[in-house]
């Protein structure tokens, strides 16, 4: 089969789906990429072809505020609804005439979608083309037990919660989402396509693609009254490792991380991934000065900024900064993962039984730690700027009680860490086959 990937040029959203490619084409399939030419190396490297974006307007985690200088002041429901109109809505239309003429050259037979770019319908009923998506973040498709997203709510337990969440869900569904909502639905009305005015754009993901590959495991979702089977939750997927290929994660033993001078008892990892990196002090700095000093080892992944100043201003021994670090291999032998919330670390953590402590607000960050917090397995502290006082009370909180490892323990079980890139391209390859029309969910 031919097979095109198409992506944002997001690392959050390309790294996943590395090792879905080059499992396809080990397995004898031909594979193109559509994406932005920042990712043109990587690419080369894999030995995929590119196919890059023409009319679209490439966003990457880094460019995000100098396309927009605006976007830097905003914050909660303002960044989001910036964020759904300008860097997702936006490009619909410009992501599926690429495509089309991706489609010239390179005639595929089905397409495996970043959901985020939202073209799934076009793709499907104008190409006529299967659409497998891929969900690098959690399960956003709307249900009645499931809380609005973008507040960090939890399920709600009382009639004050509901009505919390009915007010929520208003203002998310006519000021955070209707601009996304209503770009989508003009550009789909230039191709003839009629969408509902009220529905909810987060839905057209799980509503127009033939299957739905989810990244991480029910367990993590929130209970949910309806239950779609088009979602195939595959658990963590690592970014392709050359030497590494999909090879079983490790679950216990010595692990090959970075080591500083002497003996400790614990260790701690702490990142704040790679795209809000920029300002050390809302995390890695207060980890730090909550945990310097000590017999805890803390080792730091800056995600490649700043990390030169970190190593001048805290030389103590127990203390690591690194640019970046094989998360595979360090979190075998980590007691806590510090972290602002990003999908993939959160799932790699708790794929290894590794409990967390949380505290990040903005892209999704929010609705992430408050899964974390619902399932049992970290401490979300609710805010992007803790001190360090919390950090070493939630630390030392998760540390002191064995039941939050216990709980991560019991989560990692239900990973399917053995071959997630497998069970991804199981997904493909059988929807493929099978056809069928995309739609809403039976």
């Known amino acids: 089969m031919k097979i095109l990937l198409a992506s944002q040029?997001?690392?959050?959203?390309?790294?996943?789906?590395?090792?879905?490619?080059?499992?396809?084409?080990?397995?004898?399939?031909?594979?193109?990429?559509?994406?932005?030419?920042?990712?043109?190396?990587?690419?080369?490297?894999?030995?995929?072809?590119h196919y890059p974006f023409n009319r679209a307007v490439e966003h990457t985690g880094d460019n995000l505020n100098e396309l927009y200088p605006q976007r830097a002041r905003l914050k909660g429901p303002l960044a989001i609804r910036f964020d759904g109109e300008r860097i997702f809505a936006s490009n619909v239309s410009n992501f599926f005439e690429d495509i089309r003429d991706v489609?010239?050259?390179f005639p595929f037979d089905a397409v495996v979608l970043d959901n985020t770019m939202f073209i799934q319908r076009l793709v499907a009923v104008v190409l006529g083309k299967p659409v497998i998506s891929f969900v690098?973040?959690?399960?956003?498709?709307?249900?009645?037990?499931?809380?609005?997203?973008?507040?960090?709510?939890?399920?709600?337990?009382?009639?004050?919660?509901?009505?919390?969440?009915?007010?929520?869900?208003?203002?998310?569904?006519?000021?955070?989402?209707?601009?996304a909502r209503v770009s989508y639905v003009r550009?789909?009305?230039?191709?003839?396509?009629?969408?509902?005015?009220?529905?909810?754009?987060?839905?057209?993901?799980?509503?127009?693609?033939?299957?739905?590959?989810?990244?991480?495991?029910?367990?993590?979702?929130?209970?949910?009254?309806?239950?779609?089977?088009?979602?195939?939750y595959v658990g963590a997927l690592l970014p392709h490792r050359a030497g590494a290929v999909d090879a079983p994660l490790p679950t216990a033993g010595p692990a090959a991380a970075p080591t500083a001078a002497g003996t400790y008892r614990r260790r701690v990892v702490v990142t704040q991934g790679t795209v809000d990196n920029r300002d050390p002090a809302k995390l890695m700095v207060p980890t730090i000065e909550a945990l310097k000093d000590t017999d805890t080892q803390v080792i730091v992944a800056t995600g490649g900024v700043g990390s030169d100043e970190l190593r001048r201003r805290y030389p103590q021994p127990n203390v690591l900064v690194e640019d970046f670090i094989d998360f595979a291999q360090v979190f075998p032998g980590t007691d806590v993962f510090v972290t602002n919330g990003g999908f993939g670390g959160v799932l790699l953590a708790l794929s290894h039984g590794v409990p967390l402590v949380t505290a990040g607000l903005n892209e999704?960050?929010?609705?992430?730690?408050?899964?974390?917090?619902?399932?049992?397995?970290?401490?979300?502290?609710?805010?992007?700027?803790?001190?360090?006082?919390?950090?070493?009370?939630?630390?030392?909180?998760?540390?002191?009680?064995?039941?939050?490892?216990?709980?991560?323990?019991?989560?990692?079980?239900?990973?399917?860490?053995?071959?997630?890139?497998?069970?991804?391209?199981?997904?493909?390859?059988?929807?493929?086959?099978?056809?069928?029309?995309?739609g809403a969910p039976a």
């Open 136 to 179: 690098p973040i959690g399960n956003m498709e709307t249900d009645p037990l499931v809380p609005p997203m973008f507040f960090g709510f939890a399920p709600a337990r009382t009639p004050a919660h509901r009505i919390l969440h009915a007010g929520a869900r208003l203002v998310s569904d006519q000021f955070v989402t209707k601009p």
């Open 103 to 105: 489609h010239e050259r």
């Open 364 to 438: 999704g960050k929010s609705d992430v730690n408050a899964r974390v917090e619902y399932a049992g397995v970290g401490v979300n502290l609710k805010t992007e700027t803790p001190s360090a006082a919390a950090l070493r009370s939630a630390v030392g909180t998760v540390l002191g009680d064995p039941s939050w490892r216990a709980r991560a323990q019991a989560m990692a079980e239900q990973f399917e860490a053995d071959d997630s890139v497998g069970a991804a391209v199981d997904v493909i390859t059988a929807t493929v086959a099978a056809g069928g029309t995309p």
């Open 9 to 49: 040029a997001i690392a959050g959203h390309f790294n996943p789906m590395t090792g879905i490619g080059v499992r396809l084409q080990d397995e004898g399939h031909e594979v193109g990429w559509y994406t932005g030419s920042t990712l043109a190396p990587k690419l080369d490297q894999l030995g995929i072809p």
């Open 187 to 232: 550009q789909l009305q230039n191709y003839g396509l009629q969408t509902p005015k009220e529905a909810a754009i987060l839905d057209e993901t799980y509503r127009w693609s033939h299957a739905v590959i989810q990244t991480g495991t029910a367990s993590l979702d929130f209970p949910r009254r309806h239950t779609n089977p088009k979602v195939h």
